[in-house]
């Protein structure tokens, strides 16, 4: 018996579509203020002076808070989530008040009426690739900032052929359907959040001691989370001012939700990044070098580093290797998660420069990424727990009747639209974070599991009791789950496509211990624990797949359609085909939004977001794509966790984007190299 492997439909669907899924603003809780923010409107500078009485005296309204009059926080490190606490300003949409009301229409209406005077200084928001000099600090996701192996120099010199571009991705914005939101309650010196998180326990950890208390003083509940994509993986100011609003109004939780327009500034983005590829190769192909050179913002206030080159490390085989990243420190918000971090745009150089440099050789692009399929990781020299990316290639070359196709660009008309086809690689690593306990219990004669994980769409929910039940050997009906609640054991975050990989293997641990304990018969409340164990060492881990697309551009218009996407993904063992496939779709029009639309403007004049609403920045919807088809190879691997399983949440996104630009070319001839492809660069 495998429940695992099994198309269920999601036990939360009903739910959610049926609107009883009870989300985080809508908390069930007596009499709640509403609270609106009020936010900066120069990039830098400092509060000369607010004046807040009109607002104070607005029928409805209960407290106004400033930095002149807020509580002052135990823990101010995080510049980001230390709100109200200074009156510097740091960036454009920074907090600098915030307004509690009976209703959050007479809050945000005071909201407006809350008048700041600013002494502005001189601001930067402009990024460059000159301007590259910071190394970053932190080692985000654990990654070393640079690695270099041989002397790309000398092989690029020496070289027969040789590929030096510049690519770009633009500014993004995560926009899930339901915004950042949070009920905050105070119970004397006890706080309970109802908050929009990809993590109960990581957000509690990250606000019990700004607040200056114990975890145990605080519960965080999130059952059901309406996108998330990375934004709500870590906490942004909104939970502390929420949080903060609440302490300000005694007896009365709090409810905030953060207007789309407030979460381009508030909630993170994806940096923009400038790529310096170089490629170097013999008559056939070979790689002897391959660098990329990373150029990106972060914040003045708080440091993200995008892992922009980590995927060049393990791609392609090739002696000589460099990889580096560089910051720019800017007068802007605070990058953070997008979905593939650092993958995800870090995939988008490197896959056109093997695009070009098959053209340059007259090679198919495919062939071209077998010639360089190493046998060990060429960054760490060990050996791939399973790697099956050129399956993934001939999989989908089968499928996309690749066979036939011309080598040459502009060559294939369909009436007035030019056609061309075009592949990119796609990788994500598997991650496993360092705690996760799930315990299990008898009861009334099920098997119940809790667990603090969340489901921000992507299925737990549904493959957790999957998980379970194989475990336990015994039927998924027989099996409840209880997730997003720190009352549950300790669960890591949604983030990294690491969910299922680190829950799941505390939830096998304590299936195995609750066996061991009360064998195949247990009595009511019999109850065990297990808890994720270390991850291997010996094995570099990482999912891989292939992305084709087929693109339109009109010969006159430039207009572009890309009326076909397909995904062939090697993930190890697919938990449940149902919620997998929604992921890798969603993945894959994430990446055609991004090849096509996404592209947040952020005017150096003011360091603004001009089109910070979903009317302007425009994403991928159903008219974008009509045929967008994910499928998957076979995988077992023994060595990346008990379920044989790897992280898919991300990698649909990877690849994507340089597969669009890819098959652009082939459509037009004309490379872009510059991320969002929009008409004018085709024409
Ligand atoms: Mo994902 S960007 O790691 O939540």
Redesign the pocket.
């Known amino acids: 018996m495998t429940a695992i492997g099994t198309d269920l439909a999601r036990r939360d669907g009903t739910v959610k579509v049926t609107g009883t899924a009870t989300y985080a603003y809508e908390a069930p809780v007596e009499r709640p203020a509403y609270a609106h923010p009020v936010q900066a409107t120069i990039a830098r500078g400092r509060i000369r002076d607010i004046e807040i009485e009109d607002a104070e005296t607005l029928d409805g309204v209960l407290t106004v808070l400033t930095p002149d009059n807020a509580e002052r926080l135990a823990d101010t490190d995080d510049k980001e989530l230390a709100v109200l606490q200074s009156d510097e300003v740091a960036f454009r949409g920074q907090l600098v008040g915030v307004v509690v009301a009976e209703t959050s229409e007479v809050a945000r209406e005071a909201a407006g009426l809350v008048r700041v005077t600013y002494d502005e200084a001189e601001h930067d928001a402009e990024l460059a690739t000159e301007r590259g000099s910071y190394v970053p600090e932190q080692l985000n996701a654990g990654y070393p900032t640079e690695s270099a192996q041989g002397d790309v120099d000398a092989a690029m010199a020496s070289a027969e052929t040789t590929i030096e571009r510049t690519y770009t991705t633009a500014m993004y914005h995560n926009n899930p359907l339901e915004p950042h939101t949070t009920t905050a309650l105070w119970d004397g010196d006890s706080l309970t959040l109802w908050d929009s998180t990809?993590g109960v326990h990581p957000l509690r950890s990250t606000i019990a001691p700004i607040f200056g208390l114990d975890e145990e003083r605080v519960r965080v509940i999130c059952p059901y989370v309406g996108g998330?994509?990375?934004s709500k993986?870590t906490a942004h100011a909104n939970v502390t001012l929420a949080t903060l609003a609440a302490r300000a109004v005694p007896g009365r939780p709090v409810r905030l939700a953060l207007t789309r327009q407030q979460m381009f500034s508030l909630a993170g983005y994806r940096t923009p990044t400038i790529q310096r590829m170089r490629l170097a190769a013999d008559a056939d192909g070979r790689l002897s070098a391959i660098a990329i050179d990373v150029v990106e913002q972060t914040s003045r206030i708080k440091e993200y580093a995008e892992q922009t080159g980590t995927p060049t490390r393990i791609m392609y085989a090739a002696e000589n290797r460099s990889v580096t990243h560089r910051l720019v420190p800017l007068d802007v918000p605070v990058p953070s998660?997008?979905?593939?971090?650092g993958d995800c745009p870090g995939m988008f150089g490197p896959e056109v420069a093997m695009d070009e440099l098959a053209e340059r050789l007259g090679v198919d692009p495919i062939e071209l990424r077998i010639r360089n399929e190493p046998s060990v990781d060429p960054d760490t020299g060990k050996p791939f727990s399973s790697r099956n990316l050129v399956a993934c290639l001939l999989a989908g070359a089968d499928r996309f009747d690749w066979a036939d196709r011309d080598l040459r660009p502009g060559v294939r008309r369909s009436g007035d639209w030019l056609v061309g086809t075009g592949v990119a690689a796609s990788t994500y690593p598997v991650h496993r974070m360092p705690a996760s306990t799930a315990v299990i219990r008898r009861e009334a004669g099920r098997y119940v599991v809790e667990i603090g994980a969340a489901d921000l769409g992507t299925g737990t929910w549904t493959t957790l009791p999957q998980i379970a039940a194989d475990a336990l050997d015994v039927p998924v009906s027989d099996v409840e789950v209880r997730i997003g609640d720190t009352r549950y054991p300790m669960a890591s975050v949604?983030?990294?496509?690491s969910g299922m990989t680190t829950w799941g293997s505390a939830v096998v641990e304590a299936a195995r211990a609750f066996r061991d304990k009360f064998g195949q018969d247990p009595a009511d409340g019999d109850e065990a624990d297990g808890s994720v164990g270390p991850a291997d060492e010996d094995h570099a881990m990482h999912a891989f797949g292939a992305q084709f697309v087929e693109a339109h551009v009109h010969a006159d218009t430039g207009e572009l359609r890309v009326p076909r996407l397909l995904g062939v993904f090697a993930a190890g063992r697919i938990i449940n085909p149902r919620t997998a496939r929604s992921q890798f779709i969603g993945g894959m029009t994430m990446g055609l939004s991004m090849a096509l639309h996404e592209h947040s403007v952020l005017d150096p004049r003011t360091g603004h977001v001009v089109n910070h609403d979903l009317a302007e920045y425009h994403v991928s919807v159903n008219a974008d794509v009509t045929d967008v088809e994910a499928t998957w190879i076979d995988e077992h691997d023994p060595y990346v966790n008990a379920m044989g399983s790897k992280g898919i949440?991300?990698i649909g996104i990877v690849g994507t984007a340089a597969a669009v630009s890819n098959a652009v070319w082939h459509a037009t001839g004309v490379r872009v190299r510059d991320l969002p492809i929009t008409l004018d660069k085709v024409l």
Request: net charge neutral.
């Open positions: 990809q998330g994509f990375g993986g998660w997008m979905r593939a971090p949604a983030g990294g496509s949440g991300e």
